[in-house]
Nanobody, 116 residues
Framework: QVHLVESGGGSVQAGGSLRLSCAAS???????MGWFRQAPGTEREFVAS?????????SYAASVKGRFTISREYAKNTVYLQMNNLNLEDTAVYYC?????????WGQGIQVTVAS
């Protein structure tokens, strides 16, 4: 079992920045961590992911590429999502996800609201 706790959400003006954190615990080897988001009335969508260990290869949705950066601090078993130049379309509940060999685990979700 992997337990994920997200933090860092909130409200920000368009053009502003936020950094989300996701701390993982549970003692099971996680080979990929990432972020998804879900706006009201829409499906949950992929935002970014990072492979670990082994170089930390990253992947981004086209809508956030160049504005968002995912990173991982191995010593703290924590993944971050730095979000810059936020726009109204980034408003959503953001979910942290962790992939093990046999399962995907989800955090509880954290609200990000971008205001004009």
């Amino acid at each position: 079992q992997v337990h994920l706790v997200e933090s860092g959400g909130g409200s920000v003006q368009a053009g502003g920045s936020l950094r989300l954190s996701c701390a993982a615990s549970g003692g099971i080897s996680v080979h990929r961590m990432g972020w998804f988001r879900q706006a009201p009335g829409t499906e949950r969508e992929f935002v970014a992911s990072i492979i670990s260990p082994g170089g930390g290869s990253t992947s981004y949705a086209a809508s956030v590429k160049g504005r968002f950066t995912i990173s991982r601090e191995y010593a703290k078993n924590t993944v971050y999502l730095q979000m810059n130049n936020l726009n109204l379309e980034d408003t959503a509940v953001y979910y942290c996800a962790a992939d093990t060999t046999g399962a995907r685990y989800w955090g509880q979700g954290i609200q990000v609201t971008v205001a004009s």
